[in-house]
């Protein structure tokens, strides 16, 4: 299976955060491999420039490779993958849209703990 990783489970491996439970560890480590998007990097240097989360940026971003997973960069096919997905009554963050966009191409099981994003298919998996 091949995973994109949302925003806080990205940022709680890092910080070994109790959140992330031994079921969703055990989850992401049998995966055949873990992506963390470039949107996750963008969404996080907001977070922390509205000082709702603290943390090392760059030492986020040189972690993310070395705790095994790959970036996985914006492209001009996942923005324009915007315009295939549902508008959902109960979401409308831009930063998870953009996530469940790359999830889509190509396909991604998108791991998050937000319930409302199971709304956006199969492909999102919600622990």
């Known amino acids: 299976m091949i995973l994109l990783l949302d925003s806080h489970f990205a940022f709680w491996w890092q910080t ?58 914006i492209t001009l096919e996942h923005i324009t993958a915007l315009s295939q997905l549902p508008q959902l009554v109960d979401h409308r963050d831009p930063f998870d849209r953009l996530l469940i966009a790359q999830s889509r191409a190509p396909l991604r099981t998108f791991v998050t703990i937000n319930e409302v994003l199971g709304g956006y298919g199969k492909m999102v998996r919600v622990m």
Do not use: C, N, Y
Not at 19 to 32: C, N, P, S, V
Not at 54 to 70: H, K, R
């Open 16 to 73: 070994g955060d109790r959140r992330l439970t031994r079921r969703i560890r055990t989850f992401i480590e049998r995966a055949d491999s873990v992506a963390v998007s470039h949107v996750t990097l963008w969404e996080l240097t907001v977070k922390a420039g509205l000082g709702r989360i603290a943390i090392d940026l760059p030492v986020f971003a040189v972690q993310v490779e070395a705790m095994g997973f790959e970036w996985l960069p």
